[in-house]
T-cell receptor, first 112, second 109 residues
Framework: DGGITQSPKYLFRKEGQNVTLSCEQNLNHDAMYWYRQDPGQGLRLIYYSQIVNDFQKGDIAEGYSVSREKKESFPLTVTSAQKNPTAFYLC???????????FGPGTRLTVT | DAKTTQPNSMESNEEEPVHLPCNHSTISGTDYIHWYRQLPSQGPEYVIHGLTSNVNNRMASLAIAEDRKSSTLILHRATLRDAAVYYCILRDLRGQLTFGSGTQLTVLP
């Protein structure tokens, strides 16, 4: 089946630790995105990438880092510099030139 | 970025039509109007999008005002599975989506 996978669904970390969230897609999409969602709010863009080995900061990139070494993978690292990392993280992808983004199921990160 | 305004919540009866409004008075000529919906603890799902003309697909219809300052998402027969948060979003030339807080649709049996 084609789609976007994010793992794990739930992730728990201690404060001060870096953590990497996985996002993989087999849709052959060029563009990939990371969003953060806090309770009762809409999604906010963290980073996006339109081609391999290139990515751009979104609206709230501070405290996060990404890489895009392969077309199908776009991992997000939540660093210890992110002051409030507990949130629901969503990955999306789309074909260049297309309108709709396809979202993964999300990873709920809790940092204590 | 152009913004959208939606009611926080709406209710509908099952099997009746639902009209979800959205205001976007600062929309630019190149912004597309997108609608997504999100169930609890899931990723958003694309519903429909349009630029100037009304659009129909298997999920919904999108009615766009002539001046493009507002639009309405129409679900022709609401089902319990349509209960979700519906986001009206303007997509700019960069292709980025800026999500607001959306409308929580409750469908009553």
């Amino acid at each position: 089946d084609g789609g976007i996978t994010q793992s794990p669904k739930y992730l728990f970390r201690k404060e001060g630790q870096n953590v990497t969230l996985s996002c993989e897609q087999n849709l052959n999409h060029d563009a990939m995105y990371w969003y953060r969602q806090d309770p009762g709010q809409g999604l906010r863009l963290i980073y996006y990438s339109q081609i391999v080995n290139d990515f751009q900061k979104g609206d709230i990139a501070e405290g996060y880092s990404v890489s895009r070494e392969k077309k199908e993978s776009f991992p997000l690292t939540v660093t210890s510099a992110q002051k409030n990392p507990t949130a629901f993280y969503l990955c999306a992808s789309k074909r260049l030139g297309a309108g709709e983004q396809y979202f993964g199921p999300g990873t709920r990160l809790t940092v204590t | 970025d152009a913004k959208t305004t939606q009611p926080n919540s709406m209710e509908s009866n099952e099997e009746e039509p639902v009209h979800l409004p959205c205001n976007h008075s600062t929309i630019s000529g190149t912004d597309y109007i997108h609608w997504y919906r999100q169930l609890p603890s899931q990723g958003p799902e694309y519903v429909i999008h349009g630029l100037t003309s009304n659009v129909n697909n298997r999920m919904a219809s999108l009615a766009i005002a002539e001046d493009r300052k507002s639009s309405t998402l129409i679900l022709h027969r609401a089902t319990l599975r349509d209960a979700a948060v519906y986001y009206c979003i303007l997509r700019d030339l960069r292709g980025q989506l800026t999500f607001g807080s959306g409308t929580q649709l409750t469908v009553l049996p």
